[in-house]
């Protein structure tokens, strides 16, 4: 059975750094893109990041740019997401994301997704 667990989030001030961690478990993902989405109270699940199967490839949503980073581990089959210079709009519950189909872009929308966490809670206080 497939899992994806995350863990990081919390609450943290306006200007500050979190780092999410995304372990998988089940199977392995190494020739999958994965990512991260979030989701606000309110709106649509959106994409964050993502990064090819060999981790060389990655793609950011224009809102974080520059201030997240996306990265892998293919021998420990996690991915993390490090979130500096945090801002308000960036609240939101953040999922981990598995590509349905390998050796595939690291861009993906919902419909892409073979698998997802159970979501960690971002809140960023201003």
């Known amino acids: 059975q497939v899992q994806l667990v995350e863990s990081g989030g919390g609450l943290v001030q306006a200007g500050g750094s979190l780092r999410l961690s995304c372990a998988a478990s089940?199977?392995?993902?190494?020739?999958?893109?994965m990512g991260w989405f979030r989701q606000a109270p309110g709106k649509e699940r959106a994409f964050v990041a993502g990064?090819?199967?060999?981790?060389?490839?990655?793609v950011y949503a224009d809102s974080v740019k520059g201030r997240f980073t996306i990265s892998r581990e293919r021998a420990k089959n996690t991915v993390y997401l490090q979130m500096n210079s945090l801002k308000p709009e960036d609240t939101a519950v953040y999922y981990c994301?598995?590509?349905?189909?390998?050796?595939?872009?690291?861009?993906?929308?919902?419909?892409?997704?073979?698998?997802w966490g159970q979501g960690t809670q971002v809140t960023v206080s201003s």
């Open positions: 990064v090819s199967g060999d981790g060389v490839r990655i």
């Open positions: 089940g199977r392995t993902f190494s020739d999958y893109a």
């Open positions: 994301a598995v590509r349905r189909l390998r050796f595939s872009s690291p861009y993906f929308t919902r419909d892409d997704v073979a698998y």
